[in-house]
């Protein structure tokens, strides 16, 4: 459950904010440094340069633009240089700080989104373990009335993951990969004969994320449950989340 500080934090926000755009408030809640990555879907710009530092305990407001569309997730175990040239354990984008259009290398837990337009005012939103899973992580609301949803994999998987899913760096696991990452299989990557929603259904890994995270996209099409929808002010997403 969130913390009584997060909460009021979260309280703030709402009765403070008068901004007629959208906002992320990204918040990192990991005992370790974290180093979020965007990335705008195309036509779409990126936030940030692509990415930044945040400390823990640390975070950082987001102006986003109406009708914005693209995602954002966690690396871990980055270290870059005094020009931004360097590597991560997971999440990597081409060895920069600032990924300016590149996506991270799974696997990586993503939290997707596409903001509405006046014409069409919903957002629609996700944490997604299609790219596999590295850091917890959530997106909640602030303001969106009843019938806002919240999209999260709150528990980490990695301590849970299965051995044939397994990445390890230096000894210790820090990533758990999808089984279209490991295998390459089309019925685990929906691709081929499976790439529709009568053929892609959820298979024994997926049913596993679903159970330990059932708010979290667990394979391709699943959005019955891991889709969200709101319209809402803003939106805090939060690295490692009370849970």
Known sequence: MPTFLHLFFLYLCTVFYSSDGTQLIVMNNCKENIWPGILGTAGHQTLRDGGFDLYSGEQVVLDVPESWSGRLWGRRG???????????????????????G?????????????LGTPTNPMHFYDVSLVDGF???????????????????????????????????????????????LATGEAKYCCTGEFANLNTCKPTA????????????????????TGLKTCRAPQYVVTFCPPN
């Open 205 to 224: 890994f997926a049913h596993l994320f679903k159970a330990i995270c059932p708010r979290a996209y667990s394979y391709p099409y699943d959005e019955s």
């Open 134 to 180: 590295n850091l917890p992580v959530s997106m909640i609301p602030i303001g969106g009335g009843v019938g806002c949803g919240v999209a999260a994999c709150e528990a980490d998987l990695n301590v849970c993951c299965p051995s044939n899913l397994v990445v390890k760096k230096e000894g210790e696991v820090v990533g758990c990969r999808s089984a279209c």
């Open 78 to 100: 980055c270290c870059f240089d005094k020009d931004g040239r360097g590597s991560c354990q997971t999440g990597d984008c081409a060895g920069k700080l600032h990924c300016m």
């Open 102 to 114: 590149t996506s991270g290398v799974p696997p990586a837990t993503i939290v997707e989104m596409t």
